[in-house]
């Protein structure tokens, strides 16, 4: 009963779920990308299975980046600022993937670069949307932990889920779904989160 009720507080704070749904967008988009890209490097670019593995570590340098800046200019420009940042960052990277993807212009580059610079601005941006969720509740962390990884990983299986049933051996599909969550990244920080006032942000919730 008492996961229950505080469940359902964590539902009715406007500042929760407002970075729940940025983080949920993230990593729908991360979703994307993964239930994609062994399609796209291996049977649309044609690159032998023995280097699939190179490409996807050479996107994951964006990632591995972005945490390493995270950690570092935070403090610099704050939490608000920097998931700014990133989802401009993940609006752009999307949308660079699918004009190449949808103009027919398909190489390897095409998709590592606009892809690092996806994953750099996820790592820029995610745990941002985590602390300003989980921070006002310092008393159900827990709970609102769980509940935030719930709606994550809900909604990356079900992107990833997507892109699987919609793919016509292309990268469209990858793509168009990364560009979608990209954008909906930046609509759901611009349009909720950034006009939730900041002394509501910061209030603890006992």
Known sequence: MRLLQTAAELLRSRVFLGYALVNCFLFGG??????????????????????????????MIGNISGYALSGRLVSRFGLDRMLEYGTRGVAIAGCVLALFAFSGVVHVATIVLP?????CSLALSAPQAIAGALAPFPRSAGSASSLLGFFQSTTSATVGMAVA?????????MAGFVCLLGMVTFLAHRLIVRRIPEQERRRLVQ
């Open 30 to 59: 991360l979703g994307a990308y993964l239930s994609g890209i062994s399609f796209v490097i291996v049977e649309v670019l044609g690159v032998p299975m023995q280097y699939f593995g190179l490409v996807f570590g050479a996107i």
């Open 115 to 119: 892809m690092m610079a996806y994953m």
């Open 165 to 173: 049933l919609c793919f016509d051996g292309t990268p469209r599909a």
